[in-house]
């Protein structure tokens, strides 16, 4: 009997530029800690310290026809690095995020023009996650949000924000092409884009964390309009720790009135002192920006068990379940929701994980048709734990079913999905996109799809 591919091609990736990301030595792609990958359809991005390279390609064409470099502008006093990459999708626009060493996202367009540069905290951003959480706990109205992940800290952007920033400089841009005018005087002043900042170092630093949707009030408060939304952290001191965070920094009547009376005071005062000592118009500097104070964070639990250490945190697309990776090769499956774990997988040192929808126990010939959409109904919630020292990457159905799939992987090869794309409300679900696993190996530079069929 013929063995079975469970893999499709799509190209190689394989070009000159790899070469100052390291490429041409074996393992590059994966013995490189401060190389970082982003896929996106039809992209993928790859990053060391101070470079971004972008290859683009389309069905049937070479994917290295279409190369762009972006050098970001990093502050060589501080020893700026690139230390976190993420592709933001709004229906029409594509945009690739970076996060530094010293705690600034910045957006750049596909031709590698800056769009946006704000400090977020200062400190090393660890990564950056794109995904939508649940509005209502009894509706399936959706929340598109970017969260930064720091040491200790998350911060989380909203999506329409975004993406109205985004559309307005898209239109400026080319009202200015059109127009045939550049401003030659321009300066680099970029507008604020609004967030939520939590300290959650309750138990420790943590090394990854994520917002895993909105959760109920704490007991005994007053049912408001005040949203919380969970975060699950991981790292060093604690595997696991969970926390409740509030989006008001402050709850009490008194917090807010000052909030709102004494910045109202002080700006009539100032006014009243400008018209009464009037002085000559000193050349205006621009501010340094300011962190944004903290919102309130509390505690829900954590889970230590010394010397284990959490590693890698991935979440699964509804927010439900998370895998998280620890020093001691298990893989701990999360309820996010009652905060359990609800299975455990051992023997799996350096692994890595992500959520996969396959098509199971699904008849074969209504599978194969040309004339049957898929929805989202048809497809099953599967783990992918990848397991470099075996070589192979093993299919789990979820929660708690078998293990589906065992597929070789070869050395130097890594597991990649592309990001979360925020689509308009318009999209049927007959247009569903299940989540799909891609392998790239960075010594040949071939890449691969997972087939979604298991029967």
Known sequence: MARRNHTTELGCIACDDLSEL????????????????????????LANRSLVLILHWSEGS?????????VPDLSPIEAEYISAIEWLVFDDIKVLALGTSCGYLLIYSLRGDLIHKQIVSPGKILR???RDTKRDLTQDASSEEVCVVMSGVIARFDGSDIQNMLQRWFRERHSQFWDERESENSTDTFERL?????????????????ITGLMPPPLLELQSS??????????????????????DRSRS???AILSKVVPATFSTITSISKMLWRSDPSPTKRPEPKPQPFARASPLTCFKDHPRKGEKLTLSPSGTLAAITDSLGRILLLDTQALVVVRLWKGYRDASCLFVEMLAK?????????????VKSDYCLCLAIHAPRKGIVEIWQMRTGPRLLTIPCAKGSKILQPTYRFASSEVSLSSYVPLELFFLNGDSGLLFVLNRFLS
């Open 22 to 45: 390291g490429a041409g030595k074996e393992g590059w792609l994966v013995n490189n800690p401060n190389l970082l990958t982003a896929l996106d359809t039809h992209s993928i991005a």
């Open 226 to 247: 005040q949203r919380y939304y969970c975060a699950i952290t991981v790292g060093a001191d604690a595997v696991i720790s969970a926390y409740r965070l509030s989006v």
């Open 253 to 255: 009547i008194v917090g």
């Open 128 to 130: 950056l996650r794109v």
């Open 194 to 210: 609004p967030y939520q900042l939590w300290n959650v170092s309750k138990y420790g630093s943590c090394v990854d964390a994520a």
């Open 62 to 70: 070479d994917p290295v026809g279409n190369r762009v470099k972006i």
């Open 362 to 374: 699904k008849d074969v010939e209504t599978s194969r048709s040309a004339y049957h959409e898929h």
